[in-house]
């Protein structure tokens, strides 16, 4: 038997192993062609010797299909009134360093191909944190794609300087379903009535491992998504220290009169010290949004939401959420609520202000399962805000005037380990772990680490495990025994 056990598993391992090699020749036939600012040879984009100087070109020849690799640099569109046009059907890969042979043996973090509208070279900083780093016309959005369908991909590149538009970084339209991955938004500016870095217009996008720092718009510092028929899906997303002038600091969802509602889907995805006029970090305008292992902290509204504004039939699901320091200026606590339906599963409202944590203008908040501070407990499984027995005991509070936004993972003894539903906890429809079943529940937490320990599921995106605990015990602060 042992011996059977043995076959199998070489068996097994033979499969993968096969399977792996099919998939990386497969990859490797596709049509490449290399682009690096520094090349020297003949310019044709057939090897990294002969590489295309100008992206732009490269995507010009692309055809669906094929693969443009861009090796480390700045690229800049042609002229402030130009952008970087994908088509349908084309994969295009930052992070190489020039040399590659395969594309899996890039890294994108160490070789930084940066996309620009820095089109005139002037601006003050190579990758501005400030509005007025930027000087001149810069382009903007500095990436376009429109009907491009799900072979369609951007892996690898930091996003940066892009002005002027809608989209000021990157605009995707009419029924766009391609895949963004390993990407960063930092520093992009849509001045006066112009909304989102990343635009999503009518389209459905699939966004992995993408971040948004530092950039500012009128509405959705980071992200615009509208349109009838936009639906797309946000797994492991960073937000830090978006602006929006107006609305939705971060994620700005409105609707449009007379059409069918947008929606979007974030699993594991954090928000830290996003800033807008009304809703700190999202504004809800008539959306439908689902939100899974999401963390909110040092978000701020100057007027109302510092977490969130939910307005004009808004349709918001919170489940494993942390939602802690969140502050609005005037009133209405971490969420502003208002004619719209708000439901949150297993969540934690903590320290956002006033006693006032949830602004029910005129409908409640529906909550099972979950511990909003200030709110009494009893029905549903919530447990009891107003009880400082059920204080949620927190590796390290935030220290917001120091921009520190904390570890909110939990400590041995929180009142918050074990106090959620297992039935609550939605399927892992998108296959976040890779292995193909998506009909189990979400499998993993904000950290990547498994999302049920100890049979029943912790409130908040952590979940606490007591051999991780002994193994980090550096970072939990916990005395020795």
Same mark, same amino acid.
């Given at each position: ?10 068996l ?22 290399y ?17 295309f ?10 055809e ?12 800049t ?10 088509g349908?059907?084309?994969?295009l ?48 959005p ?35 379903v ?7 938004f ?5 001045g006066? =009535? !112009?909304? @989102?870095i990343l635009?999503?217009? $009518? %389209? #459905?996008?699939? +966004?992995?491992?993408?971040? *948004?720092?530092?950039n ?16 797309p ?50 504004t ?45 200026? =005037? !009133?209405? @606590?971490?969420?502003?609520?208002? $004619? %719209? #339906?708000?439901? +949150?599963?297993?969540?934690? *409202? ?132």
């Amino acid at each position: 038997m042992k011996n059977l056990k043995i076959m199998q598993l070489m068996l097994a391992l033979l499969v993968v192993m096969n399977t792996a090699t099919a998939s990386n020749v497969a990859a490797q036939s596709a049509t490449v062609w290399y682009v690096d600012h520094q090349a020297s040879g003949e310019n044709d984009g057939s090897s990294w010797d002969n590489a295309f100087n100008d992206l732009a070109e490269a995507l010009d020849n692309a055809e669906a299909g094929a693969e443009v690799w861009v090796a480390a640099g700045l690229y800049t569109p042609a002229n402030a009134s130009s952008s970087f046009n994908l088509g349908t059907g084309v994969a295009l890969y930052g992070g190489f360093n020039g040399t590659e042979d395969e594309r899996d043996a890039r890294n994108w973090t160490a070789n930084q191909t940066i996309l620009s509208g820095d089109v005139d070279g002037n601006d003050l900083a190579e990758i501005p944190t400030l509005p007025n780093q930027i000087v001149g016309d810069n382009a903007g959005p500095i990436l376009v794609a429109n009907a491009a369908g799900p072979e369609t991909r951007v892996d690898g590149f930091t996003v940066t300087a892009g002005t002027a538009a809608n989209g000021a970084g990157m605009r995707l339209t009419n029924g766009t379903v391609m895949v963004l991955e390993n990407i960063d938004f930092l520093g992009n500016f849509a001045g006066s =009535n !112009n909304e @989102g870095i990343l635009d999503i217009d $009518n %389209a #459905s996008p699939r +966004l992995n491992q993408v971040r *948004f720092l530092n950039n500012v718009a009128q509405r959705g510092g980071a992200i615009r998504i509208q349109g009838s028929n936009s639906a797309p899906v946000l797994t492991r997303l960073h937000f830090e220290n978006n602006r929006a002038l107006n609305n939705g600091g971060a994620l700005y969802m409105p609707s449009n009169e007379g059409q069918a509602i947008p929606s979007a889907t974030l699993i594991n995805a954090s928000f830290l010290g996003n800033q807008a006029s009304e809703g700190g970090a999202i504004t809800c305008d008539g959306c439908l949004l689902s939100i899974a292992n999401g963390l909110f902290v040092g978000n701020v509204a100057t007027s109302s939401g510092g977490m969130m504004q939910n307005v004009n039939d808004g349709d918001v699901t919170l489940t494993n959420v942390t939602v802690w320091s969140n502050r609005p200026t =005037n !009133n209405f @606590g971490a969420i502003a609520h208002f $004619n %719209a #339906s708000t439901t +949150l599963h297993n969540s934690l *409202f903590w320290d956002n202000g006033s006693n006032n944590a949830i602004g029910d203008f005129d409908t409640a908040v529906t909550a099972s399962h979950s511990l909003v501070q200030f709110r009494p407990g009893g029905a549903d499984g919530n447990l009891n805000g107003m009880d400082p027995a059920n204080t949620p005991q927190v590796v390290r509070l935030p220290n917001l005037p120091g921009f520190d936004f904390g570890d909110l993972r939990m400590l041995a003894g929180s009142p918050t380990i074990g106090q959620g539903s297992n039935a609550l906890l939605p399927a892992d429809e998108f296959d976040i772990n890779d292995n193909g079943d998506t009909s189990e529940p979400l499998p993993l937490d904000l950290d990547g680490n498994t999302r049920v320990v100890g049979g029943t599921i912790d409130l908040g995106p952590f979940e606490y495990d007591e051999l991780l605990n002994l193994i980090f015990r550096d970072r939990f602060q916990e005395p020795e025994a």
